[in-house]
């Protein structure tokens, strides 16, 4: 079993940065992956890094601004986010499974923790 704690969330405005990171106990060698999650629509894929840290793979809508990264001593993974946007608004979910883009790869997930960005 793994458990996955999510933090870091908060309010910023249009162009901040902001991280959040994911702790994870247990079986720390998966994958892990970012979801987020707006009001009233699906929940999208973000990020995910392998189980070395040495693969890495963005969504479009957040390449170039949003870096996944872990340190594996500390069983944690981070979400680095610049530029932010309004539209980047939702719950960020972290998630441990399989290296991929899609949920269904994905056994462990967290609860969550909200981004606001303000126009």
């Known amino acids: 079993q793994v458990q996955l704690v999510e933090s870091g969330g908060g309010l910023v405005q249009a162009g901040e940065s902001l991280r959040v990171s994911c702790a994870a106990s247990?079986?720390?060698?998966?994958?892990m992956g970012w979801f987020r999650q707006a009001p009233g629509k699906e929940r999208e894929f973000v990020a995910t890094?392998?189980?070395?840290?040495?693969?890495?793979y963005y969504a479009d809508s957040v390449k170039g601004r949003f870096t996944i990264s872990r340190d594996n001593a500390k069983n944690t993974v981070y979400l680095q986010m610049s530029s932010l946007k309004p539209e980047d608004t939702a719950v960020y979910y972290c998630?441990?499974?399989?290296?991929?883009?899609?949920?269904?790869?994905?056994?462990?997930w967290g609860q969550g923790t909200q981004v606001t960005v303000s126009s």
């Open positions: 247990g079986r720390t060698f998966y994958a």
């Open positions: 998630a441990a499974g399989r290296y991929g883009f899609t949920r269904s790869e994905y056994n462990y």
């Open positions: 890094i392998s189980g070395t840290g040495y693969s890495t």
